[in-house]
């Protein structure tokens, strides 16, 4: 049975924002990490920003820089001053962004006005646009979170690769010290399928995951530990799915990173490794399904 998708549904997770001081350097490193070749390159004067995109499946991974001077370049330079870069926000994607304003305004999610993007790719001379609102942080645990609406004539397609390289984004990690919190907002709030909800005595961690479009939200929260409410959450890690485990950590080992021995997963059918270094300071694992 099929359903039509309401408009008033976040459909996906539309891309992920890694920040990062030297851009070339992290293009090259994610280039290696991911076994695939950026989808799109952009620079963008007025912003004093650059950024590459890699279409991943259905999410983007895209790598944010400064690029001379700039509004949103100087934040990201006392962002990236602070805290060094990394993963810093996330965009949902959805098909009709007035119908997602109204919704997400009556569940008091104070989103920002509708504004207009649009981008170049520096290579090929295409351009593409979407509509995109933001939801304001105070109610959003602290973690950066947009959505998009894509203009359907000017898409990025994922290419096909090879089983050793990543296929999809398999999860994204959110520690969060309230996960009451947590679950009102990804579930009732966003509207995102909470899938498993479990603690793990022995983890001394109560797991949340909820699924939106293909990917999933792993929500993780310390057992015992107070907190105050105005402690935010912070965006932690990914995790990048791989046909084959195998030669994926043979590919990413020989490029110089620095990995652990292949392991099993924590799901059951799953097995994982760590890469420990060049991430854009973004813990990451491979995982494979069986």
Known sequence: MFYAISGRMLTGLDHIVLICNDLDVATSNYKMLLGREPDWTAVTPDDGTASVWFQIGETGLELLGPEGDGPVGDKLKKMIAAGGGGLVSLAFSCVQIDEMHTCFS?????????????????????????????????????????????????????????????QSLDHVVINSLHPERAAALYGARLGCDLRLDTERVDLASRFLFFRVGTSTIEIVSRL??????????????????????????????????????????????????????????????????S
């Not at 649009?118 to 646009?129: I, V, Y």
């Open 106 to 166: 009556k569940r008091g999610l104070v989103p920002s006005d509708i504004s207009h993007g649009q981008s170049t790719d520096s290579a090929t001379g295409k351009t593409r646009s979407w509509k995109r609102l933001r939801l304001d942080t105070s109610q959003t645990g602290g973690v950066r979170q947009f959505v998009i609406q894509n203009e359907k004539s000017t898409p990025i397609k994922s290419k096909h690769y090879g089983d050793d390289s990543v």
């Open 224 to 289: 015992g530990v107070s907190a105050s409410t105005q402690m935010n959450d912070s965006l932690w890690g990914l995790s990048w799915y791989v046909k084959n485990l195998d030669m994926a950590h043979k590919r990413v080992k020989k490029a110089g990173f620095n990995v652990t021995d292949i392991r099993p997963g924590r799901k059951k059918g799953t097995q994982v490794f760590t890469v420990l270094d060049r991430t854009c300071n973004t813990p990451t694992l491979f995982i494979e399904r």
